[in-house]
């Protein structure tokens, strides 16, 4: 026998912001000042997201340190501190977050602990069934949390993330060792006295190849292809501030490519000395790897190169030029797949394999639902979404007031959510692009619709 029907909590005054990582903070703290009233339901019992280590939403690893260099990194309006290095460690930026939040009053306007079932458009709603004809103005929404509360909404905004939902290959034979994804691998002690394959060559692999060099009896990274390597520092400068310096300069690509070819090869010389494939793409094609000690230890004997992996064999893995290896533990650096499990595609208009958003963020025809954070730059992050979740509330407040920024900007995302953003750039075809932006075009783009409310 059925009970009585949940009550539902009325709070169509505001919106649902999902998660308090850094793209959560950065729509909190944006509508915040726009004075748009808001939820942000975040399930862990701090902010921070992916850089809170030791969490169930942590992906960094003990020794992560950031790809991006700080003053690339950070949010516009909230600088890192002067004290820190370069490239922060994992507890630095989770606490630069934290101090982020604290700042700007988030803390009190955050739920923790509370985590989301379902998200979808409230039943009554007359065009809900028809994702062709869903209300342009604001609309409602159901939020089901997992412990059964049912709350409705004027919007969402979508902020949780999209590197959590591990992609794993699906490769022929089976293996009896133990296997991890990169995500849950957290310190180098699990490979003590053990044979580790990494598969996978991005940066996280790369990484790990390195700690499972000092640490297990043999250490194998096994790549799909040939990759750019860059050093993360050149005559004492972060690399990628060399790069935005020139791009500021308007110095093209083929000259900043060339350059950075010529640096790669002072800095490693040619992959093939150490058992490395050439690349098989030009360099910035796809994302180059940072990572200074992966030749060392190459060169050292610590980690054998490996093509790609044709089977398992039981406690062995074949590799596609015909070697084998006993191996006891796989960890695979493989990338993630997008995915909203509480959010029905269709609702994100979905199409090739992710969804299709004007700008990675607004809907083509809805107006009260957004994705922050839903992106791969080719340089840091924060600062992308500080003025992704601008917009958003620009927009939100301009239709609320019935201004014609509003109306506007409805036309423009209804008729371009489909442009390329990644400004003439031809990447490589894979999983790991289909969310990639040029992030210098893609920031003075924002920047331009940002001026125009």
Not at 417 to 422: C, T, W
Not at 425 to 430: C, K, T
Not at 431 to 450: A, C, G, M, T
């Amino acid at each position: 026998m059925n009970g009585p029907p949940a009550t539902v909590d009325d709070r169509r005054d505001r919106f649902c912001i999902v998660g308090a990582g850094s793209s959560g903070l950065a729509a909190a703290k944006a509508f915040a000042e726009a004075r748009i009233p808001f939820d942000c339901l975040e399930r862990e019992d701090d902010v921070g997201g992916n850089w809170y280590y030791g969490s169930p939403a942590g992906g960094v690893y003990a020794s992560t340190h950031t790809i991006s260099s700080k003053r690339l990194l950070e949010y516009l309006d909230f600088p890192m501190p002067r004290e820190y290095p370069p490239y922060p460690h994992h507890r630095q930026v989770w606490e630069y977050l934290r101090s982020y939040a604290r700042h700007f009053g988030l803390y009190e306007r955050i739920e923790f602990g509370r985590s989301i079932a379902r998200i979808e458009r409230t039943p009554s709603d007359a065009n809900s069934a028809n994702p062709e004809r869903q209300r342009r103005e604001f609309g409602e929404w159901t939020v089901k949390l997992v412990d059964g509360a049912l709350r409705s909404y004027r919007g969402v905004v979508v902020a949780n993330g999209h590197n959590w939902d591990p992609r794993l290959p699906n490769y022929p034979g089976t293996f009896t060792g133990e296997t991890i994804h990169s995500r849950h691998y957290k310190t180098p002690d699990i490979f003590t006295g053990k044979r580790v394959l990494v598969v996978g060559a991005g940066n996280s692999g790369c990484d790990i190849a390195v700690e499972a060099a000092q640490h297990a009896e043999r250490a194998v990274l096994s790549t799909r292809r040939g990759y750019h390597f860059l050093p993360k520092f050149w005559r004492g400068a972060p690399i990628d501030r060399i790069n935005e310096n020139l791009m500021r300069k308007r110095i093209p690509l083929f000259v900043r490519r060339w350059l950075g070819v010529r640096v790669e090869q002072v800095a490693f010389g040619e992959p093939g000395r150490y058992g490395l494939r050439a690349p098989d793409h030009r360099l910035f094609e796809s994302h180059p790897i940072i990572n200074q000690q992966l030749f060392y230890w190459l060169a050292h004997g610590r980690i054998a190169p490996k093509p790609d992996v044709a089977e398992l064999c039981g406690g062995e893995v074949r590799f596609t030029d015909g070697t084998r290896e006993p191996i006891d533990l796989i960890v695979y650096a493989t990338g993630y797949k997008i995915s909203f499990p509480f959010l029905d595609t269709v609702l994100l208009n979905w199409h090739d394999d992710r969804p299709r958003l004007f700008l990675n963020v607004f809907h083509p025809a809805a107006d009260d639902l957004f994705v922050i954070g839903l992106l791969q730059p080719d340089s840091g992050q924060f600062g992308l979404v500080d003025l992704q979740s601008r917009l958003v509330a620009r927009f939100v407040a301009a239709c609320d007031a019935g201004k014609p920024a509003g109306t506007s900007f409805r036309e423009l995302k209804a008729a371009h959510f489909a442009e390329d953003l990644r400004n003439g750039m031809r990447y490589v075809d894979s999983p790991r692009h289909l969310l990639e932006v040029e992030h210098f075009s893609y920031r003075k783009r924002l920047q331009k619709l940002l001026a125009g409310f």
